[in-house]
């Protein structure tokens, strides 16, 4: 027999993890480490492994699964769970809020009251019902036709978003004796991406998206397999609620947001993106600003839910068929659509890299026609077993590049074929090679590939390189296809009479390049050498170069060893380096355009020459992003990127491109995306443009008065 003390402690350990759970999972906000709440769980397994009768329904201990069932029982909704119309155009929106003004006004009323609505994001995953008894969650189903769904309580146990008992002392928020919460099962956007890194790692399927993850996850019938999976949810609503006299909460509570507040007290996770609008103008801006924030969001949503407020009003406009009348579903344009795969062709990129490219039946997929779509390299290809004659969902999440999310394979017809790699490069018939080790196959022809150079050429004349205003790609196809330019040195003895005489080409916009090329000739060392396009030299690299070499030539005939004393350079980059100014032909160009007239300021001393002469440098005091990496993300109101990017380098931060665990900042502006997410994820600091305006002065001030 548990002694009283064993009671006491059960119970209070399961107090303490249902707190934790709570924080980490709803809140977000963790106050105990993971290791202490793995010491207290295990305190609480292994009371109720000695006294099974300290073992409640409700304990903590049942998230981990249990029992493999044979098949899910039926379960029979006490109240049906209903399905919503959809809305497409503002127009249909228009028409929903027309219905209703016309439903709630009286009979000879006018009908341009505006109407309070509940907006709230619709989560694309599933819509389950979960039953509290005397504030125990005791049963969990899933939709299934509306009216019978399935047993999928052991599996719900799991998820730990979930309560498993409603707060029970917590006056005045007294619960009913039986009530139902609606709500959606998903998996966020973050752990879908790692589910499937481990499917790929066990060489497992992958999933298509979190929806499809989240319903394999919970339909299985071992609930140790569905503990594994990390799935979240989020409340929507309520179905049965009987004993209401004892719903104070509830009762007290006239409107659908009001209900959601009551919710949320009740612990259970709701979207902080809901908000009351008024009237059709409310709709539309809610559903734009969610549509803009849609990528950033941790979930997948595919739409908004409009619902009017008042309960009263709800239940005065009551339901058609299987839906309400007072709300509806306004969806976004689909990210997913079905189409065939017509065939691969391979693309040929700046460093020869080959990618293979799917061709598509044209198909409307995120808010555009999509007719093509990245395979990113033959091993992908394999991956996913993919034959051309397929039929493939292709993907389009806002303004990524469309990619080939999945076959079906059921439809796969008999003449479908396998992809078979080129071994010579399509455009300029040089042997396609891949290195051990590398996934990519890339063309050997360097140069001498018309692709290649079409892509070093835009390389080099890109804004972050030696900004050639007004060379774009379509005229670095005409001019490399006319034979006027075959390396960087050709453009800068491009003449008038030459260029004008390529198609749809005047003597004006002639002109405007000719001086675009010329202004181009005062540039800096660092970005001359990023321009050159050598592998795995990015502008990073680049400007880290310059710095510690200061000029040039110190940089060609660098030895391996020295090029490894740079900031950041390791064996490839060296080795890169190396391969690319040991080539004559390269070193040639690198002459030709400095005799064409480009020219920057050399430093006058290097940090190599300073450090070899360390009496003679003026040691300035570390800046004040010393050692620090930071990653800008996001549109900053008023610094460029650039700027943004200068500033900090000169404070001594590494401006890296992505957030890991090692970045220390991120400076965030509008429209921050996933990296934003990532910082958040990972807990890294983030700022704005104005902190670090501020920062800058604060340190600046600091060392002049130093
Ligand atoms: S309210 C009377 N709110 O959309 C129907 N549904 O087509 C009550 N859904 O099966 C549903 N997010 O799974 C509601 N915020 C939300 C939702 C939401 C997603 C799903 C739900 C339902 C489907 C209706």
Same mark, same amino acid.
């Given at each position: #027999?548990?002694?009283?003390?064993?009671?006491?402690?059960?119970?209070?350990?399961?107090?303490?993890?249902?707190?934790?759970?709570?924080?980490?999972?709803?809140?977000?906000?963790?106050?105990?480490?993971?290791?202490?709440?793995?010491?207290?769980?295990?305190?609480?397994?292994?009371?109720?492994?000695?006294?099974?009768?300290?073992?409640?329904?409700?304990?903590?201990?049942?998230?981990?699964?249990?029992?493999?069932?044979?098949?899910?029982?039926?379960?029979?909704?006490?109240?049906?769970?209903?399905?919503?119309?959809?809305?497409?155009?503002?127009?249909?929106?228009?028409?929903?809020?027309?219905?209703?003004?016309?439903?709630?006004?009286?009979?000879?009323?006018?009908?341009?009251?505006?109407?309070?609505?509940?907006?709230?994001?619709?989560?694309?995953?599933?819509?389950?019902?979960?039953?509290?008894?005397?504030?125990?969650?005791?049963?969990?189903?899933?939709?299934?036709?509306?009216?019978?769904?399935?047993?999928?309580?052991?599996?719900?146990?799991?998820?730990?978003?979930?309560?498993?008992?409603?707060?029970?002392?917590?006056?005045?928020?007294?619960?009913?004796?039986?009530?139902?919460?609606?709500?959606?099962?998903?998996?966020?956007?973050?752990?879908?991406?790692?589910?499937?890194?481990?499917?790929?790692?066990?060489?497992?399927?992958?999933?298509?998206?979190?929806?499809?993850?989240?319903?394999?996850?919970?339909?299985?019938?071992?609930?140790?397999?569905?503990?594994?999976?990390?799935?979240?949810?989020?409340?929507?609503?309520?179905?049965?609620?009987?004993?209401?006299?004892?719903?104070?909460?509830?009762?007290?509570?006239?409107?659908?947001?009001?209900? #959601?507040?009551?919710?949320?007290?009740?612990?259970?996770?709701?979207?902080?993106?809901?908000?009351?609008?008024?009237?059709?103008?409310?709709?539309?801006?809610?559903?734009?600003?969610?549509?803009?924030?849609?990528?950033?969001?941790?979930?997948?949503?595919?739409?908004?839910?409009?619902?009017?407020?008042?309960?009263?009003?709800?239940?005065?406009?009551?339901?058609?068929?299987?839906?309400?009348?007072?709300?509806?579903?306004?969806?976004?344009?689909?990210?997913?659509?079905?189409?065939?795969?017509?065939?691969?062709?391979? %693309?040929?990129?700046?460093?020869?890299?080959?990618?293979?490219?799917?061709?598509?039946?044209?198909?409307?997929?995120?808010?555009?026609?999509?007719?093509?779509?990245? +395979?990113?390299?033959?091993?992908?290809?394999?991956?996913?077993?993919?034959?051309?004659?397929?039929?493939?969902?292709?993907?389009?999440?806002?303004?990524?590049?469309?990619?080939?999310?999945?076959?079906?394979?059921?439809?796969?017809?008999?003449?479908?074929?396998?992809?078979?790699? +080129?071994?010579?490069?399509?455009?300029?018939?040089?042997?396609?090679?891949?290195?051990?080790?590398?996934?990519?196959?890339?063309?050997?022809?360097?140069?001498?590939?018309?692709?290649?150079?079409?892509?070093?050429?835009?390389?080099?004349?890109?804004?972050?390189? #030696?900004?050639?205003?007004?060379?774009?790609?379509?005229?670095?196809?005409?001019?490399?296809?006319?034979?006027?330019?075959?390396?960087?040195?050709? +453009?800068?003895?491009?003449?008038?009479?030459?260029?004008?005489?390529?198609?749809?080409?005047?003597?004006?916009?002639?002109?405007?390049?000719?001086?675009?090329?010329?202004?181009?000739?005062?540039?800096?060392?660092?970005?001359?050498?990023?321009?050159?396009?050598?592998?795995?030299?990015?502008?990073?690299?680049?400007?880290?170069?310059?710095?510690?070499?200061?000029?040039?030539?110190?940089?060609?005939?660098?030895?391996?060893?020295?090029?490894?004393?740079?900031?950041?350079?390791?064996?490839?980059?060296? %080795?890169?380096?190396?391969?690319?100014?040991?080539?004559?032909?390269?070193?040639?160009?690198?002459?030709?355009?400095?005799?064409?007239?480009?020219?920057?300021?050399?430093?006058?001393?290097?940090?190599?020459?300073?450090?070899?002469?360390?009496?003679?440098?003026?040691?300035?005091?570390?800046?004040?992003?010393?050692?620090?990496?930071?990653?800008?993300?996001?549109?900053?109101?008023?610094?460029?990127?650039?700027?943004?990017?200068?500033?900090?380098?000169?404070?001594?931060?590494?401006?890296?491109?992505?957030?890991?665990?090692?970045?220390?900042?991120?400076?965030?502006?509008?429209?921050?995306?996933?990296?934003?997410?990532?910082?958040?994820?990972?807990?890294?600091?983030?700022?704005?443009?104005?902190?670090?305006?501020? #920062?800058?002065?604060?340190?600046?001030?600091?060392?002049?008065?130093?």
């Amino acid at each position: #027999m548990p002694t009283p003390a064993d009671i006491t402690r059960a119970a209070e350990l399961k107090q303490r993890l249902d707190e934790h759970g709570f924080r980490y999972y709803v809140l977000d906000d963790p106050v105990v480490t993971d290791a202490e709440y793995d010491r207290l769980f295990h305190e609480l397994v292994a009371l109720e492994a000695a006294y099974p009768q300290l073992a409640r329904a409700d304990s903590p201990t049942h998230r981990v699964g249990g029992k493999i069932l044979a098949e899910f029982a039926e379960v029979v909704h006490r109240v049906p769970m209903l399905s919503l119309g959809n809305a497409f155009t503002d127009e249909d929106v228009a028409n929903f809020d027309r219905r209703c003004r016309e439903g709630l006004a009286a009979d000879d009323a006018d009908t341009n009251t505006e109407i309070e609505y509940a907006c709230e994001p619709k989560f694309d995953g599933l819509a389950i019902s979960l039953t509290y008894e005397d504030g125990v969650f005791v049963q969990g189903a899933t939709r299934g036709d509306g009216a019978v769904g399935e047993d999928v309580t052991l599996n719900l146990k799991t998820i730990r978003a979930i309560p498993l008992s409603l707060p029970a002392n917590t006056f005045p928020l007294k619960f009913p004796k039986l009530l139902e919460v609606r709500g959606e099962v998903l998996m966020l956007k973050k752990d879908f991406a790692k589910l499937n890194d481990r499917q790929l790692a066990k060489g497992e399927k992958l999933f298509v998206n979190p929806r499809n993850a989240a319903a394999g996850s919970l339909r299985q019938l071992d609930s140790k397999l569905t503990a594994e999976r990390p799935l979240h949810f989020f409340a929507y609503g309520v179905g049965a609620v009987e004993d209401s006299a004892n719903a104070e909460g509830l009762n007290q509570r006239s409107s659908h947001a009001q209900m #959601m507040n009551w919710l949320e007290a009740l612990r259970f996770p709701v979207s902080a993106e809901r908000r009351v609008v008024k009237g059709l103008q409310g709709l539309l801006a809610y559903y734009r600003q969610i549509g803009e924030r849609r990528a950033t969001l941790p979930f997948e949503i595919d739409g908004v839910v409009y619902k009017v407020n008042s309960f009263a009003a709800q239940e005065k406009l009551g339901f058609v068929s299987r839906a309400p009348r007072f709300a509806t579903a306004h969806k976004f344009p689909a990210e997913e659509a079905t189409t065939l795969l017509l065939g691969i062709d391979v %693309q040929v990129g700046r460093t020869g890299a080959i990618t293979p490219v799917a061709r598509l039946q044209p198909v409307f997929v995120g808010g555009t026609t999509v007719s093509n779509a990245t +395979l990113h390299n033959e091993g992908e290809i394999r991956r996913k077993d993919l034959r051309i004659g397929d039929t493939v969902i292709v993907r389009r999440a806002g303004d990524v590049i469309p990619e080939v999310a999945a076959v079906i394979y059921a439809k796969r017809p008999a003449d479908a074929r396998e992809f078979v790699m +080129l071994t010579r490069c399509p455009q300029c018939n040089s042997h396609i090679e891949k290195l051990e080790g590398e996934v990519i196959a890339r063309c050997t022809g360097g140069l001498f590939c018309p692709a290649q150079r079409k892509q070093a050429l835009l390389h080099f004349a890109q804004r972050r390189a #030696m900004d050639i205003e007004g060379l774009g790609d379509k005229l670095v196809e005409q001019i490399v296809d006319a034979q006027l330019v075959r390396t960087p040195a050709d +453009l800068y003895r491009l003449g008038l009479t030459a260029l004008a005489q390529l198609e749809r080409m005047g003597e004006k916009s002639a002109s405007n390049l000719l001086d675009g090329i010329e202004k181009s000739k005062h540039t800096t060392l660092a970005k001359f050498l990023f321009g050159l396009g050598i592998r795995h030299v990015g502008e990073s690299t680049a400007k880290d170069l310059a710095k510690y070499f200061g000029n040039l030539n110190a940089i060609i005939h660098a030895p391996h060893e020295e090029l490894l004393l740079v900031n950041d350079v390791g064996p490839v980059v060296a %080795q890169s380096l190396r391969h690319f100014f040991d080539e004559l032909h390269n070193r040639e160009v690198v002459e030709q355009l400095r005799a064409c007239g480009i020219v920057w300021t050399e430093q006058t001393m290097s940090i190599k020459e300073a450090d070899a002469n360390t009496a003679l440098v003026n040691v300035k005091a570390p800046g004040l992003f010393a050692g620090k990496t930071v990653v800008l993300t996001g549109t900053l109101p008023t610094l460029s990127r650039e700027d943004a990017k200068e500033q900090l380098e000169a404070a001594g931060a590494k401006v890296a491109g992505s957030v890991s665990k090692k970045t220390d900042f991120v400076i965030a502006g509008a429209e921050a995306g996933s990296k934003l997410n990532k910082a958040v994820e990972l807990r890294v600091a983030v700022i704005d443009e104005a902190q670090l305006i501020e #920062m800058l002065a604060a340190h600046s001030r600091q060392e002049k008065s130093n």
